[in-house]
């Protein structure tokens, strides 16, 4: 696992987004992991940023979305799909239908979500995926104690992970849906490439146990530390109870510049 801890969300956003830009420009139709939630937000911008002032093309990408309530209303503005529609799809020249989001709208939700397991291992895998962490340590909608070897399937919402999205809904706790599709630890696992964001001091907990504590499904993102390729890019107040925050910088300001992240 890579640790890169930078001065700002923005430059992180920068960094990941230039991964990404790098992958695109190698691989035409890479197949990019995306996250919603405010973590991602500037990273999308940056993406867009590209495509307009640099050309950087998305007509044979694909995309597959992290996760999706169950339950809201199909046009509602917090739904996921319509999240990343607004936020990156809708900015960028993705070709129609490129990017899919888990089903929450199914009648039948196991059959939607091995649908979704089928499409992505049916595209190839996926090449990059983005990720954000919850303040228990969720990837994707994975609340603790979910199985690391676990696929896209229905979850039920922590309390705590409810109240952290009640400022997407007006700050109403109950408007938050209960229930949600989300890929797996183990779909995620499959990615060749993860890349976590996480900016602010709220989030600083959790990355300590992700990157320096123990592998266990009650710390969902630590089973980044069973990837290959992971790269966790935070910020000084998402670093601030990093042990080896020294370390961590130490190995990123002498890496070779041609390596990348
Ligand atoms: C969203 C997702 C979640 C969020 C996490 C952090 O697709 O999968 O794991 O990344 O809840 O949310 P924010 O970024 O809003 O702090």
């Not at 801890?5 to 990404?20: E, R």
């Not at 995309?63 to 529609?85: I, K, M, N, Q, T």
């Not at 993102?221 to 601030?240: G, K």
Request: proline share 6%; glycine share 8%; aromatic share 6%.
């Amino acid at each position: 696992m890579e640790v890169v801890i930078v001065p700002s969300a923005q430059q992180g956003s920068a960094l990941a987004a230039g991964a990404i830009a790098q992958l695109l420009r190698t691989k035409h139709d890479a197949v990019l992991g995306l996250a919603t939630g405010s973590t991602p937000l500037g990273v999308y911008d940056e993406l867009a940023r590209l495509h307009t002032d640099e050309g950087l093309s998305f007509a044979e990408a694909r995309g597959f979305a992290l996760d999706e309530y169950v339950g809201l209303p199909p046009d509602h503005p917090e739904s996921y799909r319509e999240v990343l529609r607004r936020e990156i799809v809708g900015r960028v020249n993705f070709a129609p239908g490129a990017v899919r989001t888990p089903d929450g709208w199914a009648s039948d939700l196991p059959a939607a979500c091995a649908d979704y397991e089928q499409a992505i291992v049916a595209a190839g895998g996926v090449d990059l995926q983005l990720l954000g962490i919850g303040t228990d340590g969720h990837i994707g909608f994975n609340e603790p104690s979910s199985s690391l070897a676990s696929t896209t399937r229905v979850k039920t919402l922590t309390p705590q992970t409810r109240a952290d999205n009640a400022r997407f809904f007006d700050d109403d706790i109950d408007a938050v849906p209960e229930h949600v599709l989300t890929q797996g630890i183990g779909t995620i696992l499959r990615a060749r490439h993860l890349v976590l964001l996480a900016w602010g001091e709220n989030k600083a907990a959790a990355i300590a146990e992700t990157v320096e504590g123990p592998i266990r499904a009650m710390m969902p993102a630590s089973a980044l530390q069973l990837h290959p390729h992971a790269t966790v890019i935070v910020d000084d107040a998402a670093a601030s109870l990093l042990q080896k925050a020294d370390y961590y910088r130490y190995v990123y300001d002498h890496k070779p510049a041609w390596q990348g992240i």
